[in-house]
């Protein structure tokens, strides 16, 4: 760590409470889905693009934040998102039910994208310049529990706090309040390191802060990575695994047990929150864990560590599927074993972006993943799945609605082989794209030492 320690861990506690309401905020949608189908009358293919249009929001956006994140002032960009993330989300429960209502609540839900677009590119490249190896590890595993817990919480929080007041409309009025408090320590409490802090101060040029280079000069760099290309493909099969079992597990596992005769199914949410804030938990200790040990060993270990998991996965999530119809209780083991093993993912790839991309481009780099790996991954994944549930049956009875959605999500363990190729490709250069990225930022801060002593050797251009 090079800066004090007592303001380095506030601003990264601050980040984690930010990340985690983020993504309880996301995942509370899903949480009251059945409510909001019934309340707009919708079918799989509309319900799913809720989801579908605040990710493209989302992922379009990400783009010009990272590049104003890696050239202005980060908390303000942070700040300013959040305050309108939590906004859109307030409004969300304003929206009049009934299905020509849905257009309003299409465009909500896409304004929501805009926040949280500010703060995701942005978090993980400030914790990226107030820590380094090991320290750095820590604390963005620290950061990423946000995510399996936060996504647990938001179903258990949306599908209770609805269940207690009797309207899926009191599920989006807790956040935002919260979200307004966070944006205040957003602006006032949290530090915004110089871009590179911690490589400058390890060569012992802190007063040198890294340059950001142009846009295009960015761009060239990130497509000539081959590391960060392949990574970015096997994150992208993340978030299209993630982001359909997310949204439609738990209608799945629901519908499953009305197929069964079980007619109280208030605790389903309950209990798959649960699950996937524990296997979130479980998951990415092991793989923070995991590449604390074996990186000093095998330098390509993080991308060998999400290759086998996204890979081990797979099988699980598969029998899972099939066993819902025969016997719960096994279908949630499997749900665990095959969340644990698709979160061993969150640190180590943040990691492999973070040191194979030199600090001056990481904003842009943090952009780009998500707008690839939405684009492709999550944004369209729970409208596809919708619409193939459609395709095979549009019945209303639970057992053939059970049915469709079990093909449907099915696809999703094929996107999970896909993404454990691309990101074993990604081992084959990921020691090489490393060294030359601490190359480029060595290279960075040379410039500067080298023009400010020419600038001081020269009498016609004095110093003042």
């Known amino acids: 760590m090079v800066m004090p320690a007592k303001q380095a861990y506030l601003t990264v506690a601050v980040l984690f409470l930010i ?20 309340a707009f009358k919708l079918d799989f293919e509309v319900a799913g693009l809720l989801q579908t249009v ?8 990400a783009p010009v934040f990272g590049y104003l994140g890696d050239r202005y002032n980060r908390k303000i960009i942070m700040g300013t998102g959040i305050l309108i993330w939590a906004g859109t989300t307030l409004a969300t ?37 107030m820590f380094a190896d090991e320290q750095r590890t820590r604390m963005l595993a620290f950061f990423y529990f946000a995510i399996p817990v936060g996504s647990g919480l938001g ?21 935002p309040g919260i979200a307004v408090i966070l944006s205040g320590f957003c602006f006032f409490a ?49 978030a299209f695994t993630t982001g359909a079992l997310a949204f439609w597990a738990p209608t799945f596992i629901s519908a499953s047990e ?32 995991s590449s604390r040990r074996f990186r000093n060993r095998i330098p390509y270990a993080d991308a060998v560590i999400c290759g086998v998991g996204l890979l081990g996965s797979a099988p699980f999530i598969y029998i899972s599927l099939f066993l819902a119809e025969v016997s719960l209780p096994l279908v949630w083991v499997l749900i665990f074993i095959g969340e644990v093993l698709i979160n061993l993912n969150w640190t180590p790839i943040a990691d492999i972006l973070l040191y194979t991309v030199p600090p001056a481009r990481r904003s842009t780099a943090e952009a780009f993943q998500i707008l690839f790996s939405h684009l492709f991954g999550d944004a ?25 959605l079990k093909y449907a999500l099915s696809i999703t363990t094929f996107v999970c082989v896909l993404g454990g190729a691309g990101f074993l490709v990604a081992s084959f250069s990921l020691v090489e ?30 110093i003042i």
């Not at 605040?54 to 956006?61: P, V």
């Not at 369209?380 to 469709?404: E, V």
């Not at 290279?443 to 023009?451: A, D, R, T």
Request: aromatic share 10%; glycine share 8%; with cysteine.
């Open 190 to 238: 949290i530090t915004d390191p110089p871009r590179g802090h911690c490589e400058t101060t390890n060569q012992g040029t802190d007063k040198y802060a890294v340059q950001a280079t142009t846009w295009k000069a960015d761009m060239k760099a990130l497509i000539r990575n081959k590391t960060y290309v392949w990574s970015t493909i096997g994150f992208t099969c993340v």
């Open 433 to 462: 794209d490393r060294k030359e990225a601490e190359l480029q930022a060595g290279n960075n801060i040379k410039s500067q030492v080298e023009n400010y002593i020419e600038d001081a050797n020269d009498e016609s251009n004095p």
């Open 380 to 404: 369209g994944s729970p409208y596809l799945i919708g619409a193939i549930a459609d395709a095979i049956s549009t019945s209303k009875k639970p057992a053939l609605q059970a049915f469709a």
């Open 19 to 38: 990340n985690l309401l983020n993504y309880m905020d996301r995942y509370t949608l899903a949480g009251v889905l059945p409510r909001i189908k019934d």
């Open 258 to 289: 009305l197929a069964q005769g079980i007619t109280s199914t208030k605790d389903t949410g309950l209990i798959f929150g649960a699950i996937t804030c524990a296997s979130g938990i479980t998951g990415v200790l092991i793989g923070a864990e």
């Open 155 to 175: 179903y258990v929080a949306g599908s209770q706090i609805a269940a207690a007041t009797n309207s899926w409309r009191w599920a989006f009025r807790i956040t």
């Open 93 to 129: 429960s304003f929206v009049a039910e009934g299905n020509e209502h849905v257009w309003l609540m299409l465009i909500i839900r896409g304004c929501v994208g805009i926040g949280e677009a500010s703060y995701s590119t942005i978090a993980p490249t400030i914790i990226a310049d």
């Open 54 to 61: 605040f990710i493209i929001s989302y992922m379009s956006l």
